[in-house]
Nanobody, 122 residues
Framework: QLVESGGGLVQPGGSLRLSCAAS????????IGWFRQAPGKEREEVSC????????YYLDSVKGRFTISRDNAKNTVYLQMNNLKPEDTAVYYC?????????????????WGQGTQVTVSS
């Protein structure tokens, strides 16, 4: 099971840190992805991190603002989101699976969280 937390309402330019905690299995060797889906839009993968070497990938629109990291001791993956914009508003999901990170996330996801709402508005 994956559980996301850390979402909320923030003003443009603000920051949030999302957490994705696993229970029932160890995240150590799983690749993790963060997705988002805004109303009326398709789901998009904003970031992922490999399980083997920690290599990250970021969607162009979040590069330089979002940082993905993992703390295997806490069995948790984070998505630090800075300089948030209204267009970042969405439900954010994490997922765990097997695969690699190259110029994109080449991951088959086995586990999904329930999502956490992020709203960026003044």
């Amino acid at each position: 099971q994956l559980v996301e937390s850390g979402g909320g309402l923030v003003q443009p330019g603000g920051s949030l840190r999302l957490s994705c905690a696993a229970s029932g299995f160890t995240l150590d060797y799983y690749a993790i992805g963060w997705f988002r889906q805004a109303p009326g839009k398709e789901r998009e993968e904003v970031s992922c991190i490999s399980g083997s070497d920690g290599k990250p990938y970021y969607l162009d629109s979040v590069k330089g603002r979002f940082t993905i990291s993992r703390d295997n001791a806490k069995n948790t993956v984070y998505l630090q989101m800075n300089n948030l914009k209204p267009e970042d508003t969405a439900v954010y999901y994490c997922a765990a699976g097997q695969g690699t990170v190259q110029d994109m996330c080449l991951i088959m996801y086995d586990y999904w969280g329930q999502g956490t709402q992020v709203t960026v508005s003044s």
